[in-house]
């Protein structure tokens, strides 16, 4: 593996995150309120723990997010019928970015909990 393959996997990478950003409407939904979680922590001045929290949940859906893109595409590309295992393989994947998404969620609360009670004097 040549310096060329090596530093070309980062340009794939780069269009695989494009792909998704452009085409997923649940993608643009996740890196949405992703900016909007990493303004408020920033206008919040959130500790470097709470950050990492952010930054990990945040980096975790949108992990989820293109991983069911592929998935689906893959699914999409073996069998253009519809059968029960595709169905089953879509709905998985679909799950775990829910699931992601919820802890994502939850990670939120625990985050901006404190902060946003001292801001508006509770």
Known sequence: ?????????????AEGIRYAMTTQRNMKVHGLAALIVIVAAAVLQVSTMRWLFLLL??????????????????????????????????DT????????????????????????VELFGG
């Open 1 to 13: 593996m040549g310096k060329k393959s090596f530093f070309s996997s980062f340009g794939f990478a």
């Open 57 to 90: 949940a945040i980096t975790l859906v949108l992990t989820a997010e293109m991983f069911n893109t592929a998935l689906e595409a893959v699914v999409d590309l073996v069998s253009s019928d519809i059968h029960p295992l595709a169905k089953i393989a879509k």
């Open 93 to 116: 994947a679909a799950g775990a970015v829910l699931l992601t998404a919820a802890f994502a969620v939850v990670v939120g609360i625990v985050v901006f909990y404190r902060p946003l």
